[in-house]
């Protein structure tokens, strides 16, 4: 009899698993511990709207309060778990209060990875992951401040966009020889460079850098090459890690992210895990993976929710990702790794225009910029994998969903 | 304020207070309207936000852009008075405004 559900964590995992639970039926204890004070909020919107401004704090929460109170949810947010003991079936809070389970949920997220280099811990030197995160940096993206971003992922790239909005020099600062080098095509590299150039964001690719310099806050940043760039405020997005430390010291099997199987279970079979902190299988790609993303977030939520219930559910979803950069959409569907071919529909210079991955005649990922046709049609047709015809996909007047 | 009417899949009807400036789904959202999914929180990314909108208010509602025709497309059966909710904004207009959200998303 599962009497007492506790879920650690307050993002998007945990907001889902409650909604689930509840809707499924579950009529016991949920408990849900997050160490921010806020209610359950979306992060997507931090580094754009809610970082220019635009977009207000309360818009920001995916439930208002009341909707805890009516769903009996007990909430302890602002405090943190310290510890596990999966074999009593408690976790300790840091105010030294201990709750017992039925069944435990761990959506522990991912923390931004930190710079190591001499000079990190200057004041000045910011990153981006949670509200908290966000009043500091608004308040230096001020006209003609000099912001430097390191780092030429999603995060720096969207937070270099709302720099040039709130009128500030931005320059970005990446390690690899083009932008969003790990999740794009060069092509589309190629065109979001372009596209920030154009708005004035000055990028730097196989730039490393290898100090951050100043009298108490930082004034520059030193890179590999012996160039320096003047900086009143630093932006670093260079990746997360999972966040893992009490799974791991209660001897739950962690890799790059808490073991889970595929109903979201984790090496100890009353504790699940969903979103950021999972290493998961796929059964659609065949191997094991860690993903930072809103959908896997609910997705795996949803299943473990289920799971816990005792109702048998596979996770087994085709991952999707999305940016916005000034007036640009990137939508990314599936994963490319392992492609042998890949097809460009339409001309990058008419700014909508897609790029397709496939393996032998089967769509594996397709990433579009302000193309929503063919990034709807890819959902499908990978789900579904659909067999193409390579030479219809590379016909841009063919509809994505009619290339077979 | 503006009051929205939204039908749940399974036929409840409830009637949201929704303040003016917030997009229609982040008022069911945030008050937990069955089957608005809202994955990408109004990014216009997903299209689990997908609703039909009464016929006599879609006059009354700016046209769709480009992003939301495409998307809608391939939404779970689409018809003429498709919207995503997160794509209209909640104006004093809208008061009374009758919104069905479908059996599914996507």
Redesign the interface.
Known sequence: MISTILIIGGGQAGAQAI?TLR?EGFGGRIVLIGDEPELPY?R??LS?KYLSGEMAAD?L????RS?YD??RIELKLGQRAVRLDAQARQVALADGETLSYDRLLLCLGAASRRLTCPGADLAGVHYLRGIADVGAIQAGLKPLARVVIIGGGYIGLETAATGIKMGCEVTVLEMADRIMNRVVAPSVSTYFSDEHASHGVRIHCDTRVVGLEGAGRVERVVCADGKSHAADLIVVGVGAVAATDIASAAGLACDNGIVVDEHCRTSDAAIFAAGDCTNHPSPHYGRRMRLES??NA?EQAKTAALNMLDRPTVHDRVP?F?S?QFDN?L?IVGLSQDHDRQIVRGDPASRSFSVCYLKGRELLAVEAI????D???A??LIAERTLLNPEKIADGNCAL?EAV | MPKIVFTEPDGRRREIDAPAG?TLM?AA????V?GI?A???G?????TCHVYIDPAWLAQLESRE??????L???WEPRANSRLSCQIHVTAALDGLQVTVPQRQ?
Do not use: T
């Open positions: 909604d809707r979306q997507p919107p754009k818009r929460l995916f439930r208002h909707f009516e769903h809103v959908d609910f999707w999305w916005d959409k939508l302000n193309h929503s046709k990034y709807m049609a959902r499908k969903k | 917030i982040e959202r945030q008050n937990g069955q999914l994955q990408c929180g990014a216009c990314a997903c299209a480009d992003m939301e025709e495409g998307m497309e391939s939404a996507g």
